[in-house]
């Protein structure tokens, strides 16, 4: 797994909060009503044979396996990490997922468990999953995961200043972040479900592209409702509006809540008739999640077999 | 301390062509021959003279069909007028319900066979006739259903009084729909049926007649006369018919009406339209995108309420016209059968040719096309998604009704201007409104001369909602309450 290199902030350094207002307001609205039809629509897709196939690898090489518990340990980690590498260790065809997402502290171990692999590693950061600290401390902790090895920092906003109209700290705090991942890539989680409106999120997702994001999350996956499918469209469109208006490409990643291979197809199908076949890669769209791999395991035995396998054997990890 | 990390190989991005996945077509039966539907038996046509129906997908026959004469038209206007004074008219409107109320769950039932039928007769895709078509038509026969025992409640002061003998002409684009927005309410208040599907598409029509036989409805309540104009003509002409409801051209429509100017007979007509979009700046751009393209690609534009006239304010023109050419190219066109298919196949040759013709002449008279490099298939009847920019009013595109998958831009820069172009036209059956800002929208909705206006949407129907034009779209409303006026007489209190 490669990576384009990382970008930096498209507006000017002396950006204020009335002129990132300013910037926000000619995002062009949202029809909640609109939105939720279109992907119901394109939800009736039906993926059939080699299309469905070609799916499910991708969805596995898209894949950031995930654990940000709690309870995790050095032990947990590593034995996802083995998974993330073969998945399916009765069928070495199977390819690796994209990459592993942890908590700071676990990326040395990650880093570890991964060395060799091509699998690459993405921390949580900024004082994940609420983000409710001094902006200071968030880049210390920044830098500190790139510092360990991650490949990859997946940041949260601070939703109480987007919904309080301070634009310019969530900004200044993406630009800042995406200073200290240097070399690392910068996915910007909105925390869509907390936001709420589809307005809220089309300009959150602007403000974050703005900033420099390499990649939009959706979610933390501690709020509920996580990732959705109208909240990914309007994501998509943003990226493609960002896309038209800069040249420059950003990659999309839905995340948590997605564990059935049937949902993840619908997202591919929104990403395939909103943004095509530019982004139908895991350079630019991922999947945050941990328990889709499994399922998405079973369908492509499904496929070739035609059984379905006990969940017994496919491992957890 | 960086660990250094050895890349796996690059990915390619996935080119995701999706896989053939046709509808079965096992669940459907045709017959080699079709005889009229009157008295609640089949025969054969005493004019003794039959037309092929054909899909328009593959251009292969489906059936042999009758063609009714004078004569078997007025055997089926006999029979129902019979239907009406002996078993339908002095029935209890509770017994009536019943019988509404059986159809409507019998068509939810055979939905699935129902809509692949449509399909394949008409060329529309079978995702559409299987999510819109027979949802709405099964949803015609229970409202109306609800209606036959409360229509004293209706209309307060009007005492409930079937008119007799309804004779309905029905269109090409929606069969088993437009089936339903006549047949339901005229059942539903009394009346017994003589209706004539249009020559293309009678295989629905024949489907739902073997289907009413088998609810148990009482011989002569419903009679299905196929044919071409010539069928029709007798049908509305008929001495003994109280009561004309047409869906289709306007041409075709005045005809009708002058047919029956100096008779007692009560008509409905639902005609031709121009649709326009109207698109402000601070409209939500995607979802219009998606409005006008569900408006205007919709049933292949075989739609009477089509939003085939887009009016874009000049300040977002190019940006939105971008955004429709992008989203143009990502529509399925091809194979109706095939569940992803968004536009399948134009219902005939004649109207192939028709839309052919007009959008020669936007071509001629200077407007700009854009189409989308898509594959069309070998056989069979179908045109490629088209947008026209530059288009004038005097143009051709932007005056007459091309019924196909044809959009006209033109734009606008104030809503006084958007509003006298979307009403310059002589017909007036939809408008559809795009804005963030509520009170243009009432504003607008107050000005438009259309029967509907759709509000940040666009397309939608449901049996609860009155339709109808203004102009030469027609008067009449179907759908709703005000459906039942049309076949009520309601003439004295």
């Known amino acids: 797994m490669t990576l384009a290199p990382a970008r930096q902030s498209i507006l000017p350094d002396r950006v204020t909060t009335p002129t990132l207002r300013t910037f926000l307001r000619g995002v062009p609205s949202v029809d909640e009503v609109g939105a939720a039809e279109r992907v119901a629509a394109l939800s009736t897709r039906s993926i059939k044979k080699e299309s469905k196939r070609a799916a499910l690898d991708l969805m596995i090489r898209m894949m950031d396996l995930t654990t940000l518990e709690g309870k995790d340990t050095p032990g947990k980690v590593i034995q996802m990490s083995a998974k993330a590498h073969r998945p399916d260790p009765t069928d070495p065809s199977i390819p690796s997922v994209a990459a592993v997402c942890v908590y700071p502290n676990m990326v040395p171990y990650a880093v570890q468990a991964t060395e060799g692999t091509g699998v690459l590693v993405a921390s949580v950061a900024t004082y994940f999953p609420s983000g409710l600290s001094d902006t200071r401390l968030k880049i210390e902790e920044t830098k500190k995961v790139v510092a360990d090895g991650a490949d990859e920092v997946d940041m949260v ?68 409702p996580a990732a959705t499918l109208p909240v990914t469209l309007v994501m998509l469109e943003a990226i493609r509006d960002f896309h038209d208006a800069t040249g420059v490409q950003v990659g999309m990643k839905p995340a948590g809540g997605i564990r059935t291979s049937k949902e993840a197809m619908r997202y591919l199908v929104v990403l395939n008739e909103t943004l095509g076949v530019d982004w139908m890669t895991p350079e630019w769209f991922r999947f945050g999640a941990s328990s889709l791999l499994n399922d998405v395991l079973m369908q492509i035995r499904w496929l070739e077999t035609g059984r379905y396998s006990s969940p017994d054997y496919f491992t957890k990890d | 301390m960086a660990i250094t990390r050895i890349p796996s190989t690059t990915h390619e991005p996935l080119l995701w062509e999706y896989a053939d996945s046709k ?16 008295d609640g038996e089949f025969r054969s046509p ?69 809509a692949v039928l449509e399909t394949l007769d008409g060329g529309k895709p079978i995702k559409e006739s299987r999510d819109v078509d027979l949802p709405l038509v099964a949803g015609h026969f229970f409202y109306y259903a609800g209606w036959a025992d409360k229509l004293e409640y209706a209309f307060p002061g009007i005492r409930p009084r079937p008119l007799g003998v309804a004779g309905q002409v029905i269109p090409w684009n929606f069969p088993m729909l437009m089936l339903a927005w006549k047949v339901a309410p005229a059942l539903a208040a009394g009346n017994t049926v003589v209706l004539k599907p249009a020559e293309t598409t009678p295989l629905t029509a024949l489907a739902f007649a073997r289907l009413t036989e088998e609810a148990g409805l009482p011989p002569g309540v419903l009679n299905v006369v196929t044919g071409a104009g010539e069928t029709g003509s007798l049908v509305v002409a008929h001495d003994d018919v109280d009561k004309v409801a047409f869906t289709g051209s306007t041409a075709v429509g005045k005809l009708i009406q002058r047919q029956l100017a100096g008779t007692t007979k009560k008509l409905t007509l639902e005609l031709g339209g121009k649709g326009a979009h109207l698109i402000f700046e601070d409209a939500p751009l995607d979802q219009a995108v998606e409005g006008v393209i569900n408006g205007i690609f919709f049933n292949q534009g075989h739609v009477c309420c089509a939003g085939s006239r887009l009016l874009v304010e000049e300040s977002v023109h190019d940006r939105f016209v971008d955004k429709l050419k992008r989203r143009l190219s990502t529509l399925r066109v091809g194979d109706p059968m095939d569940k992803n298919t968004d536009v399948g196949a134009i219902n005939s040759k004649e109207q192939l040719d028709r839309i052919s013709d007009l959008v020669e002449s936007g071509r001629s008279e200077g407007a700009e096309m854009f189409q989308p490099d898509c594959e069309l298939p070998q056989r069979g009847f179908f045109f490629r998604p088209t947008l026209f920019t530059g288009v004038s009013q005097s143009h051709r595109i932007a005056q007459e009704e ?16 958007a509003v006298e172009k979307a009403n310059n036209t002589p017909y007036g059956l939809s408008a559809g409104v795009w804005t963030s800002k509520g009170s243009r929208i009432l504003w607008m909705a107050d000005r438009l001369r259309a029967g509907v206006v759709w509000a940040n949407t666009f397309n939608k129907f449901d049996p609860a909602s009155p339709f109808g034009g203004y102009k030469e779209s027609g008067f009449g409303r179907e759908g709703g309450r005000h459906g039942l006026l049309a076949y009520m007489d309601w003439s004295e209190g």
């Open chain 2, 402 to 417: 091309i019924f196909g998958p044809v959009l006209s831009i033109l734009s606008f820069r104030t809503p006084e201007e």
């Open chain 2, 23 to 38: 509808e079965s077509t096992d669940v459907v039966e045709i017959d080699d021959r079709y005889g009229l539907y009157i």
């Open chain 1, 157 to 224: 906003i601070d939703r109480g200043a987007f919904l309080a109209g301070e634009y310019f700290k969530v900004f200044d705090e993406i630009r800042r972040t995406r200073e200290a991942c240097g070399d690392a890539h910068l996915k910007v989680i909105l925390e869509t479900g907390e936001l709420e409106t589809l307005d809220n999120v089309r300009r959150a997702s602007m403000l974050a592209m703005a900033a420099g994001a390499d990649f939009i999350k959706t979610s933390t996956g501690k709020v509920s």
């Open chain 2, 46 to 114: 005493r004019s003794r003279s039959h037309f092929t129906t054909v899909n328009p997908a593959t251009e292969e026959p489906l059936a042999t069909v009758a063609e009714a004469g004078k004569a078997d038209v007025d055997d089926a206007v006999a029979a129902a007028r019979a239907a009406y004074e002996d078993v339908w008219g002095p029935m209890s409107p509770p017994e009536r319900a019943k019988y509404i109320f059986r159809i409507a769950r019998m068509i939810q039932e055979r939905s699935r066979e129902l």
